[in-house]
């Protein structure tokens, strides 16, 4: 069979010569045209002096994408008094809230998939119409991946919910106006969503480390050609594990997923 194959190619003499000389160059130019690029990219990626710089060159201004981030956003509200909100004020600036006027305690990882929780203390937890609201706060900040939770209250201070707005990441006080809701949750998606804001506090981590200025060039660039999709998690890891005890390695790793997961968002619009 494999004569066949070979005498059946022969008879083509000067043409199969070729087309094999043609797919030889054709592999040679795509291998060199693969080594510039990547010699180009290289070059492109040192002449960013931050992570703060390249995404700002890569994803454009910090409102603009902050906007995407904001029209991308899960947010709930837990409250027995939907009314005391400005839902329809939120849905008209990109926010539209799923609401709940009751939870239980057995639900916790159901809202595990919001970036923003709204959360009153009193009157939402089945378990507990009193102060359930402080056991949900507890159980959902236990959860690894938990929601950011603006806490809030229409009563006057009471010591006893001390540990309730103390474990939230705002508070509110009602009547809630309709620029305290919007700025709330804008600032809380801008500090915990935001990839400007995750990779100004990567730039942090670096400049605050005692690692050298040369290492400190060499861990930015191996960090932008791994968002850049160049290095696998698992190279880029290796890479920069020798860092690990000057840097909060997971400090960094959970603002290099927000600037990732913001780009993957981002892309496929």
């Known amino acids: 069979m494999m004569q066949y ?22 592999a040679v130019f795509l291998f060199f045209k693969y080594v510039i690029i990547r010699a180009f990219k290289r070059h492109e990626i040192k002449k960013f002096k931050s992570v703060t710089s390249y995404i700002k060159n890569k994803l454009g201004h910090n409102d603009d994408v902050l906007q995407e981030i904001i029209k991308n956003s899960n947010v709930a509200i837990i409250d027995d008094d939907l009314d005391d909100f400005p839902i329809d004020y939120l ?5 539209d809230p799923d609401t709940y006027e009751s939870v239980s305690l057995s639900e916790i990882n159901k809202f595990l998939k919001y970036d923003v929780l709204l959360l009153d203390i009193t009157g939402v937890v089945e378990e507990d119409m009193q102060n359930g609201g402080l056991e949900f706060m507890r159980r959902l900040k236990a959860k690894e991946s938990s929601p950011a939770v603006i ?17 939230a990441d705002d508070t509110m006080d009602k009547p809630i106006s309709e620029t305290e809701c919007e700025e709330s949750i804008i600032n809380i998606l801008r500090e915990t969503k935001s990839p400007c804001t995750a990779a100004e506090k990567i730039d942090s981590l670096l400049y605050a480390s005692e690692i050298s200025h040369d290492d400190q060039e060499k861990f930015r660039n191996i960090l932008i050609r791994h968002l850049e999709g160049d290095v696998s998690d698992l190279k880029f890891n290796k890479k920069i594990s020798k860092y690990f005890w000057q840097i909060d390695r997971s400090d960094l790793m959970r603002n290099v997923e927000i600037i990732l997961h913001t780009m993957e968002v981002i892309d496929a619009k």
């Open 91 to 95: 849905k008209k600036i990109g926010i």
């Open 5 to 26: 194959i070979i005498d059946f190619w022969n008879q083509f003499g000067w043409l199969a010569n070729l087309l094999q000389i043609i797919s030889a160059l054709f």
């Open 151 to 167: 806490a809030v209250s229409s009563k006057t201070f009471d010591p006893t919910k001390t540990e309730f707005f103390r474990l």
